[in-house]
């Protein structure tokens, strides 16, 4: 093994691991060890609530078994790093312990923000992103939790409140904003979800922001107080406003970083060799009109492995993201969202067509530009079809096209109702254009699919 | 809980031990009229004397009975075999007619009272419990707290439960003279619906229909707002009760083989045994359609429903296994093992049962049309065989009784041979497959956890590969539960429908096989 180029990774989630996975396929000698203080083996971080909810065992959220990193030589290191030597290419471990290297990926993932509050590190206080944060929060909410508060309306603090709610702990919910991650949601998708999160019994407040959190004499938190001055007693904190890369580690070296590592778009940071992927990793440019310089979701965690794979096997490759897609689930209802679809837009510039369903749980929402080109879709409470609006995007269809062929698009399971129907009726309505709405199926007539 | 929902369980717990309790009360006497009445021609002079020394004994539980029974019996049997008399043995098994006629029980004088403490009391319970679950709750399938739970996640109610069904199922298959009383007590159910008196048989089928339809109604709670999961857990309610269980009670009654319209060879493995035939064959136009109507069904039925929608059809809609597993067994549905070694395994066993089924088939035709001259003795021995390891050890004992310890589906999985049959067309010529959407799968988990086939679905999902394996039965609740909206059980073009070499969309840095 001594001969092989060795390639160590720093960080087994979804960028580190594909990132090996890819590089294994395409290279058969190469040395790879992957480096996890969190845990041995890789398993899916967006599957932790589940955990805690007992609708899974933390070894269901591993997607290979544990033979598998053997089988693929893919050498697995549980430990933390404490430091970095890169003039002589050698990782130095908490323990002391060395590893040298000959190519560095860096994949660490982020850590939930904290702004400083008054209190945000007493007891009882967490944010919720890693294995050891859902073992905190398992034994902070063991008992004697009579009330808790979630600071922070994004995708982590409703599952914090779903989670609460499993173990029957009333949820206050501090949204800074006017609405739920209104950031990203338009208006009447971020009032859907609102709504949907009261429907569960959670204390949602809107424009509420944390004045400070505020602990009894064992350093326990006992309430938090908002910046109107009201106090919230309670024994449990959720820290939710959002995360930020996991680099204070790396910080003070040679490495240059700013919010997260500085990479170029071959994720090659200033130090050759040396690369960063994943949550962790700020580009100097953007990838892309519409995307961010810094990428915290699970898909683009993977492409960047997947595309740092081809490099490191010898085949210089630049990130070129596709269309954008997304999706999550806010408590029962689920959402999807394909190509462009800001939180507003200028209305001079941007058509919206919206629909929703009486019920207040079905959605959807298309952008399009003044000639009418698809800009990108929001469904909330059913399905689409990633492939059908990945192709109509590339191929720039107008709204009329999207919507004419809408049924093909239906991605839920048979016998559910067509909400298509309803869609293309109101598009007609508002939009005109000459296409055909469909027609139910004998198969949806008969058992009743009424919308 | 709701309190509407404790009485339920009350009342269940007050019908199920009313149901253990009952097999306890009675006395049991013979008499040399009751012997002469309940065994065959050639054997009443010998039972009558053999049990000569029980006449006027009065025995006080069925243990006691049936020892004295056994005592007796086999003094006489195991001389003769010790003599290797063989002509003389009695090969019958008389415990089972003979302890049902000699009982004396409140439960025989008084049948409807004791049904409606036992079955009545739980069926009641099961629907008080069930009906009122998630009411108030907004729509959407919840599975809290299902491996915190000690019945669902192998804990001490889980193993209870298990053990309990392993018992029921040995004394059913092996023991029914343990059983009578249940049997006295449901025999006017029997006697109107087809004429006759109960067997364990109709005992059977009594409480498996019942279990389908109290469990039924759970699922329809449990998977509200999913129209897939509502007209399959329907259908499966309509197949048990209709076509299991009411039909073929009926045609007994009018004078008609008992048969079940929807059970198929190799499932229905005595569907060629030489008596199933001949009952065909002498039951006029009637028996000439049952028997013409399995056939086309294996040959016919399987391939071209398979080919159009998969083996859902039947394992997931129709199957009276199947209708079990959605059902009582839904709970457990986690407990399948996912591992690759398990799918390994599987294919050997499950395949193997297939070879074994087709085998003793053919050896039994080819011995009915060769005369019954030198197949006999293998037949009979491959019959039972069979009959014991597959068709009561496997499909009973291990199929129902292993769900709290390996999930709902360890017949319909690792045994049955007709969802081998229906795999191998699933697997190769069929337009079935569970597609996945695109890159949204973000490998949480919750598909392959709660695959009752203990398929690795996350595995497929992760890489955008489409879904084609001869296990699924298609339940639908991968898609179901999973939170993304990724997967889909669809019916399209062959074309395409088997991805070797799948590509997830989003990325266009590379086009690279996951």
Known sequence: ????????????????????????????????????????????????????????????????????????????????????????????????????????????????????????????????????????????????????????????????????????????????????????????????????????????????????????????????????????????????????????????????????????????????????????????????????????????????????????????????????????????????????????????????????????????RMLLDKSGTLLGINNFGFRLRHEFFDRALSEKWSGTKVIANLAKANFDPEFFAPYYIEIQKEFKNQFGGDFKVSKPSFIQKLFGASV | MKLIQKLGLILFLIGLGSFILIPFLGNYSLDKELVLANTKDIHQAKMAEILEPMYGESYSSNFTFLNAFGDYFNTYNDQLKAEANWDQVIWDDYSFSLALAGLDSPVKDDPWMFFALSIGLAVLGGIFYNLPKYQGEPEGIKNNGIFHSSMKNRGILGMITGSFLILFYILLYWFPAYLVTLVAMVSPISEMLSGNPASQWFLYGLIYTLAIIVMGVRMFRKYRGNKYQQLRTASVMFFQTAFAFLIPEILVLLNQPYFDFKNIWPLDYDFFYDYQISTFLSSGGVGMFMLIWGILLIIVGVPVFTYFFGKRWYCSWVCGCGGLAETVGDPYRQLSDKSLKAWKYERYIIHGVLVLAVVMTLVTIANYFSGFSFLGNATNQLHSFYGFAIGSAFAGVVGTGFYPFMGNRVWCRFGCPLAAYLGLVQRFKSRFRITTNGGQCISCGNCSTYCEMGIDVRAYAQKGQNIVRSSCVGCGVCSAVCPRGVLKLENGSEENRITDFPILIGNDSVKLNA
């Open chain 1, 1 to 364: 093994m001594s001969g092989n180029r060795h390639v160590v990774i720093i960080g087994n989630g979804i960028s580190g691991v594909t990132c090996a996975r890819n590089l294994r396929k395409l290279d058969e000698n190469v040395r790879i060890t992957l480096v996890s203080g969190e845990s041995k083996f890789f398993f899916s971080r967006t599957a932790l609530m589940y955990v805690y909810m007992g609708h899974m065992k933390f070894e269901h959220t591993q997607p290979y078994e544990n033979w598998f990193w053997e089988k693929n030589r893919l050498e697995l290191k549980e430990a933390w790093v404490k430091e970095i030597d890169y003039s002589s290419k050698q990782i130095i471990f908490q323990s002391g312990e060395k590893l040298a290297y000959d190519d560095l990926v860096i994949a660490v993932g982020s850590k939930p923000n904290k702004f400083g509050w008054k209190g945000q590190d007493l007891k009882g206080v967490q944010g919720l992103y890693s294995k050891q944060d859902l073992e905190l929060m398992e034994s902070n909410t063991q008992s004697g939790v009579s009330r808790a508060v979630i600071v922070g309306g994004g995708l982590i603090g409703i599952e914090m409140a779903e989670m609460l709610a499993y173990k029957k702990i009333p949820v206050s919910f501090l949204v800074r904003e006017a609405g739920f991650w209104d950031n990203i949601l338009p208006k009447e998708e971020s009032a859907l979800v609102g709504k949907h999160i009261l429907e569960h019994h959670i204390d949602l407040r809107l424009e509420s922001e944390l004045e400070e959190i505020i602990g009894d004499e064992s350093g326990r938190v006992k309430a938090v107080r908002t910046k109107s001055g009201e106090e919230i007693p309670c024994q449990f904190v959720g820290l939710t406003a959002g995360v930020s890369p996991n680099i204070d580690f790396l910080k003070g070296s040679e490495l240059l970083t700013n919010r997260g590592v500085k990479v170029n778009l071959s994720f090659e940071t200033n130090i050759p060799n040396v690369y960063a992927i994943g949550d962790c990793a700020e580009f100097d440019q953007s990838p892309a009109e519409d995307r961010r310089p810094i990428e915290q979701v699970w898909y683009t965690g993977r492409m960047h492995g997947e595309t740092l794979a081809q490099t490191l096997a010898g085949r210089p490759t630049s990130y070129k993201p596709g269309h954008w897609f997304n999706s999550a689930k806010f408590l029962d209802i689920e959402y999807q969202t394909y190509g462009t679809v800001p939180a507003s837009w200028d209305s001079s510039r941007v058509d919206s067509f919206y629909w929703e369903h009486s019920g207040g749980k079905i959605a959807f």
